[in-house]
Each structure stands twice: as C-alpha cells, then as structure tokens.
C-alpha cells in the first residue's frame, strides 16, 4: 500500500476537511498475538465464530469468543469498539469507558477514537475492564476491533469490454460532474494516470507501522479510474480521494476504517464523495452490532454509494457463506469475481471458484453481482511491496497483473460513479437498482450463487430508469439520528419484525420495474433472505480459521 504523504492521524491539509479522528491518549503495552484480530484487504481473513451471542450473563452483547478470552486473559489487553445502546451518545460510551478504567485501573489500557457514524468509542482495555464495561446498562456492545488485510481511454485488457464499461466512455461527454470515488485502502501514490483528479491521502492507520508502499490502494484506484493509454478504468474521469487504513504489510484495524467512514460523512459535500470502495473485509458480527456495519450503513443512508468485496475464501466454487464485515451487510453492494473466461461476452462467464458467497449471519444472501476479477492489470507505484511480493506479474512498468474480488469491486465503483454523473440525484439504492437490474446472467447459471444475480453491464445500466429498489424492504426500518442529522437502520426492529414475518423482503422484489430484469426475480426473492438462514445457521471457527487468502487472492 502506498505511504500516506499526508501524515498521520489524518492530518493532511485538505480544503474543508474535518479534523474528528485524532487519537486519544497514548500509551503502550502489549497484547498477546492470538487476541488481535486482523482486518484484510482481501488477502487475509480474520476467524472467529459468526452468531448472535454467546450465551453470557452480561447485559451486552460481546463479539463471539470475546468473553471467554476476557476471563482466560483478565490482565491481558484487547482492542475494541464500545458502543452505548440507541438512544445514547457516544459521550455516554466514553464515560463509561473512562469510568471502568479509574475502577479498573490498567498499563495500556487507553481511549482511542470517538465516533460519529455510531455512539462509540475505540479502546484498548483489559479483560476485566471489559467484563465490567459489559456489565453496563448503557452498553449496547463491545465489539472486537478487528484487524483487516486486503482481499486482490484505452485499455487492451477483455474484462472493459466483459463489463461494458468501455462503451460507457463515448456515451457520457467529459464535461459532466463526475463524482469522487473514497478508496478506503493502503493508500494511492499520487500515480501519473490519475493526476488532478487525484485529492490526495488521508491517514488512519494508528498501529506501529510499516510505512513501505503496499501497492493495493493505487491497484483498486486504477482499476477503478485510471486513465493512462491502455490501461483505463472503469470510469477515467471519476475524482478519487484515499482514505488510508492500511499499513505498508497490507494490515489495519476496524477502528481506522470507522474512523475513515466517519471522515467520508463529515466531508461529503466538499469532495462530492458519491462513492466508497472497500476492497477489504475484517472480522464480523450481527449487524445488530457490528461497528464496520453500522458505519457503512449511515454512509448508505447519506447519499455515498457503498460497493465492497465479498472475500476470497471460497473453495472449488462451493457456497462459503459470507459473514465478514462490510460485506455482510445488506445495503451495500457486495460484489463477486467473475471469470470472463477469455471473451468480451458475459454469456460464457463462470464464477472464480475462491468468490467467496451465501448467507450472512443475518440471513441475507451476498454478493448481490459479480465483476470480472480474474487476472486484471492495474497500477502499482516503484517499490511497492506488492511487486515485490509476486515480481513475476509485472507486465510494463508500474503495471502489473492480480486477481481477487478486491478487483472486481473498484470496476462496480466505477459504474457507479458513472451512473452517477448521468443522474446526480440518485440515490445509493437507485444506484444498486440499475446494477442489479441490469446485470447479465451466463449461460446455463441460476440466479442466487456467487454470481449474485449476475455480471455487470455497465453501459446497460446506464440506461436503466432508476425506478428498481432492492433495498425497499430494508427502507421501512430507517429512523433519523437527530444527533448526527442523518439517517441510521433500526437493526433490532427489523430483526424482530423479520422474526415474526419472513415475507417483509418480497416487497423488494415484487415491483414491475423489475419486469424487464434478464434473471428471474422470483429466484433471487426467495434466495435473497432466509429465515432459516440466521437462526439455524451453524459458523464453524475452524472453517473460518483455515480460510486462506493467499491462494485465491494470488489468483492463477
């Protein structure tokens, strides 16, 4: 990933920016390797059991596992995210954080980040603090603050032409209002093929680390808006700002990337930031309470379009089911890899057999579409530790070749960020509509797989009207945060309501604007949410734990 120019914490100097990350406190101490979690860009997988609790005597909700490590290790220390339950601020989770820590008084133990998209806090405490902190009435949960890795206007390349994107590069005048796209990554050298339409890197990384570039962030941001001659992206004319959460080894923490989202919300409007790329995954819980989700969905309910990699731990094409945060939330646009198996069409397309797919812990089903992410060239910067990784895959130079649905999601950003230019009003979920509406299903391929339902066509959906909405069923559970002046997703009241009525989705999936759809939406409705899923749904942590990215991330 590249080194963030810009400093640290955020500090960067750009017009309008609003400085809400600093860290609090510091402190040292150590923390045994096995209590960290890792946050990967789509190359690494955190593990971990995915389910509703574990069963405590507490009055919050604890991230799997957590409670018992917490009392195996009362001295050792742990990162987390603090969240106070609705209706409280995250004042009120600091208070309480600050509080168990003068009872409980502790070497490392230290307050890290406020946020805005949640009420709550990142902290480093110890197994007892957190125990008592559970304890808390005004605690809604304490949450791993997992650690991520990454998960992989001419362009000679086939998958421009798979995905229908090099169309869309006559169809729309230059002179348009393109939007920004956030990459939330390791980081974007100020490479040549973005020039003046690049604003620059914001730092979040707070762990020790290695400040090499990785290569990652400039790969995703090429892919997505590169420009240089044989070599464009999706949308070359779209603005790209970089939201660094990801050291120079390709690793972060949660925390950084709901801080980084908490930046995207504050400074929208000065950068026109319609979209958000988050070609990584972490550590996951319920979207009752996981804090990565919450994040992204206050993004979504803003106005910025949210699309993310689904993971690369499929094995041999068999469902996986998806239970790492953001892909496992249902708003987004979780977004798969296909192989475009040689050709421009998408009717001999296959899935990549490591495309992660299936149920959430929640029961929804992910990805919702896949795009080509099978052995794409991007953009690296000189030095990155990326090419020196797999030195074999570079084809020019600063050129060099991956795969991964790391990949695949930056060419949806970038069809976002076109359909966006053509229509500045629409919102996330119009914008998700027309993607999947108009999504092209192969040959022989039943809607509800690791496809979603179906490859990308970007100049199709370019012509969709706007009025499809796969997000519907999800819409009736909004309520306004009057604290941040935004929209949040009411988790427990659509969990209760979708408890007692498994239809409340149909309404999704029910309207004639999806008449015109080339898969069967009769299908996807019954594929796209089920009852079952969630609440017989078995997670094994040692299938989690032997997810391996570097296979699949690799590509061949």
């Known amino acids: 990933m590249a080194h963030d120019a810009a400093g640290r914490h955020g500090e960067t100097g750009l017009p309008g920016q609003v400085r809400s990350n600093a860290l609090w406190g510091g402190g040292g101490g150590t923390r045994p390797a096995a209590v960290t979690a890792v946050l990967v860009v789509l190359l690494a997988l955190g593990a971990g059991r995915v389910q509703a609790s574990d069963g405590s005597k507490l009055d919050a909700y604890l991230s799997p596992g957590l409670e018992a490590e917490a009392q195996a290790s009362p001295d050792g220390l742990f990162d987390v995210i603090v969240q106070a339950r609705p209706g409280k601020k995250t004042a009120d989770a600091v208070d309480d954080v600050t509080k168990v820590q003068k009872d409980l008084p502790a070497t490392g133990s230290k307050l890290k980040r406020k946020f805005v998209t949640i009420a709550g806090t990142s902290a480093t405490l110890t197994g007892k603090q957190i125990l008592k902190l559970a304890k808390d009435d005004d605690i809604e949960s304490v949450t791993r603050d997992s650690k991520i890795h990454m998960t992989a206007y001419s362009n000679g390349q086939i998958w421009p032409s798979a995905a229908n994107v090099a169309a869309n590069w006559e169809a729309l005048p230059a002179t348009m209002n393109y939007p920004t796209i956030a990459v939330v990554d390791s980081g974007v050298t100020n490479f040549s093929e973005l020039g003046s339409r690049f604003y620059g890197n914001v730092n979040f990384v707070t762990a020790p680390t290695t400040y090499g570039a990785y290569g990652h962030g400039t790969f995703v941001s090429t892919i997505a808006a590169g420009e240089d001659p044989g070599y464009a992206g999706a949308e070359p004319r779209a603005k790209v700002i970089s939201l660094k959460v990801l050291d120079g080894a390709g690793v972060g923490s949660k925390s950084d990337v709901v801080a980084a989202c908490d930046w995207i919300l504050q400074n929208r409007s000065a950068y026109n930031i319609r979209v958000a790329n988050l070609s990584l995954n972490t550590g996951g819980d319920s979207i009752l309470y996981d804090a990565l989700d919450k994040a992204v969905e206050k993004l979504w309910l803003s106005g910025v379009t949210v699309v993310v990699a689904a993971g690369n731990y499929a094995v041999n094409g068999a469902q996986s089911n998806v239970g790492f945060a953001p892909a496992n939330d249902p708003f987004v646009i979780t977004v798969g890899a296909s192989d475009v198996h040689g050709t421009t069409g998408r009717s001999d397309d296959f899935a990549a ?163 015109n759809a080339s898969w069967s939406s009769a299908s996807w409705s019954s594929a796209s949410w089920s009852s079952a899923s969630w609440s017989n749904a078995s997670w094994s942590s040692a299938s989690w734990a032997s997810a391996s990215w570097s296979d699949s991330f690799d590509g061949e």
């Open 353 to 515: 057999p490591w495309s992660a797919w299936g149920y959430t812990q929640d029961g929804f089903f992910k990805p919702e579409v896949a795009a080509p992410g099978r052995h794409l060239i991007g953009g690296v910067p000189t030095g990155a530790n990326l090419l020196a990784q797999f030195p074999s895959r570079q084809v020019a130079p600063n050129y060099m070749w991956m795969s991964g649905t790391s990949f695949a999601a930056p060419v949806v950003s970038g069809i976002a960020a076109t359909l966006l230019a053509a229509n500045p009003s629409w919102t996330p979920d119009q914008v998700k509509g027309a993607i999947m509406q108009t999504a092209s299903v192969p040959w022989g391929y039943n809607s509800g797989g690791a496809l979603g339902v179906g490859v990308v066509n970007g100049n199709a959906a370019l012509g969709a009207s706007g009025t499809a909405n796969p997000n519907a069923g999800l819409n009736q559970f909004r309520y306004w945060d009057s604290a941040t002046g935004t929209y949040g997703f009411n988790a427990s009241a659509w969990r209760n309501y979708a408890a007692s009525n498994a239809s409340w989705n149909s309404a999704s999936w029910s309207s004639a604007s999806w008449s």
